[in-house]
């Protein structure tokens, strides 16, 4: 498969040409084109020069999902979102000084795309993480999006704070704020339907990523960031499949895998 290293940003290009590729800064995804369109959400504001994370595509959250809630916890002193989603992971090192190995593969196939994580623990102690694929869709409209496979189940609402929250419609519809942690997720597909005729929607499923994340942080929070557009809450919808409700605890020289594959449906 063609693979493009260029100075920002590496191509990969699938053999069917290029309808279907995939653009990556670091360990960000930051474009996965299919069949000749765009299926994440990018920020015309996005950070592309390491500064900040960027602020679409599909940042690998490690080894801290957020922020700690115990400050004494190994992972306390990191940033929001640990080290990999932000682009300047040498000048974080030493608040985690931990020795492992990351190997994150990235496959391409004419209609889906594969992300998946090896951790590998090449410490001489055990250590803790968090994991998560911080997918941001690209949704023409906000109001037609509906979310299937997370109903019926309890869940943490950030935005509430509510810790114990059922959610019994048969799907996810997004005309607010929402950040919501589903724990222990039973079923390992989730599928995302745009609601419009001339976008494929996604099936996406986990592996190994017990929990999911839905956010979208709609208009208060969207004119609060200062690299997201004003409107660009109406565009995009994130769907994160991690594990993030508990941490793996890794020993000496163990592999944890896990990923998502995500696949165009009609
Ligand atoms: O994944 C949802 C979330 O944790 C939200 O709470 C919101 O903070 C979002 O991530 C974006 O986080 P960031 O640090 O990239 O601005």
Redesign the pocket.
């Known amino acids: 498969m063609p693979v493009k290293v260029l100075e920002e940003k590496v191509i990969l290009e699938h053999p069917s040409g290029s309808s279907t590729e995939v653009y990556f800064y670091g360990a960000t995804v930051t474009s996965w084109k299919c069949k000749g369109k765009e299926r994440l959400f990018l920020s015309k504001n996005s950070f592309l020069n390491g500064t900040k994370?960027i602020?679409g595509g599909i940042?690998l959250v490690f080894p801290q999902?957020?922020k700690a809630s115990d400050s004494s916890f190994e992972t306390a002193i990191l940033p929001?979102?640990g080290l990999a989603?932000n682009q300047v992971p040498e000048n974080l090192r030493k608040e985690w000084p931990k020795k492992f190995r990351i190997i994150y593969t990235i496959t391409l196939t004419e209609d889906t795309l594969n992300n998946h994580l090896t951790v590998k623990n090449e410490d001489i102690k055990s250590f803790y993480f968090n994991a998560?694929l911080?997918t941001y869709y690209y949704v023409p409209d906000i109001s037609k999006v509906s979310i299937k496979g997370l109903s019926n189940l309890s869940y943490i609402d950030?935005v509430t704070k509510n810790t114990q929250v059922t959610d019994t419609n048969d799907s996810i519809t997004i005309d607010q704020e929402v950040?919501r942690i589903y724990a222990d997720v039973p079923s390992d597909e989730i599928y995302i339907d745009l609601g419009h005729e001339d976008f494929d929607n996604f099936i996406l499923r986990k592996i190994n990523l017990k929990d999911t994340?839905v956010?979208n942080?709609w208009i208060d929070k969207a004119h609060g960031?200062s690299d997201f557009g004003d409107d660009e809450y109406k565009q995009m919808v994130?769907v994160?499949p991690g594990t993030v409700s508990e941490y793996v605890n890794l020993n000496v020289g163990e592999t944890w895998e896990g990923g998502q594959i995500l696949k165009i449906s009609k």
Do not use: S
Request: aromatic share 12%; glycine share 6%.
């Open positions: 994370a602020r940042p999902f957020g929001q979102h989603d998560l911080h950030k950040d994340v956010w942080p960031m994130c994160e």
